[in-house]
T-cell receptor, first 114, second 113 residues
Framework: DAKTTQPPSMDCAEGRAANLPCNHSTISGNEYVYWYRQIHSQGPQYIIHGLKNNETNEMASLIITEDRKSSTLILPHATLRDTAVYYCIVRVALSQGGSEKLVFGKGTKLTVNP | EAQVTQNPRYLITVTGKKLTVTCSQNMNHEYMSWYRQDPGLGLRQIYYSMNVEVTDKGDVPEGYKVSRKEKRNFPLILESPSPNQTSLYFC????????????FGPGTRLTVL
């Protein structure tokens, strides 16, 4: 079972920041937070991952609370092409003997409006 | 361009007619996997392979076979398809070292009548 909780849907205006929350209150010390997204039945796409520090890449930023029980994915300037289902996943890194399986929950359906 | 390809992208078939969905990756990844996605059930893993000639069952392997004779290819075989195998199928791959993000193929939409 997925170990994360996400709102089922969110809306965002084009050009504004989209902040997608994720609760993972039972996260273990060696589990990472991963984010993927799926645009309309295409293959899921990796966005970002982190352990405890905030992370940023060309796609998004990931803010993890100090107690690591929740995180927020930030798309700084959302575009219409960011409309997708966003999945938050927690897992042990493979280098630490993590599972070969990604457990996708139901995710958040983000709609970016013009 | 690094990518995972699947063929066919769309397939309509009839019960019992054997079919193969091909998956190929050009990233020299050791690990490959098959998922199916159904409404309300999310993505579920069917089989995975850690390397050539090494395969193992995922959560829903019944009715499926796989083979890994070459590193780049990981075909999914349905020996006798049934309507409950109507689904959207994704192949994925990743390397075993460093950043372990999975790269997914574009999907194959299968309908079994």
């Amino acid at each position: 079972d997925a170990k994360t909780t996400q709102p089922p849907s969110m809306d965002c205006a084009e050009g504004r920041a989209a902040n997608l929350p994720c609760n993972h209150s039972t996260i273990s010390g060696n589990e990472y937070v991963y984010w993927y997204r799926q645009i309309h039945s295409q293959g899921p796409q990796y966005i970002i991952h982190g352990l405890k520090n905030n992370e940023t890449n060309e796609m998004a930023s990931l803010i993890i609370t100090e107690d690591r029980k929740s995180s927020t994915l930030i798309l700084p300037h959302a575009t219409l092409r960011d409309t997708a289902v966003y999945y938050c996943i927690v897992r042990v890194a493979l280098s630490q003997g993590g599972s070969e399986k990604l457990v996708f929950g139901k995710g958040t359906k983000l709609t970016v409006n013009p | 361009e690094a990518q995972v390809t699947q063929n066919p992208r769309y397939l309509i078939t009839v019960t019992g007619k054997k079919l193969t969905v091909t998956c190929s990756q050009n990233m020299n990844h050791e690990y490959m996997s098959w998922y199916r996605q159904d409404p309300g059930l999310g993505l579920r893993q069917i089989y995975y392979s850690m390397n050539v000639e090494v395969t193992d069952k995922g959560d829903v392997p019944e009715g499926y076979k796989v083979s890994r004779k070459e590193k780049r290819n990981f075909p999914l075989i349905l020996e006798s398809p049934s309507p409950n195998q109507t689904s959207l199928y994704f192949c994925a791959s990743r390397g075993l070292a460093g950043l372990d993000t999975q790269y997914f193929g574009p999907g194959t939409r299968l309908t079994v009548l």
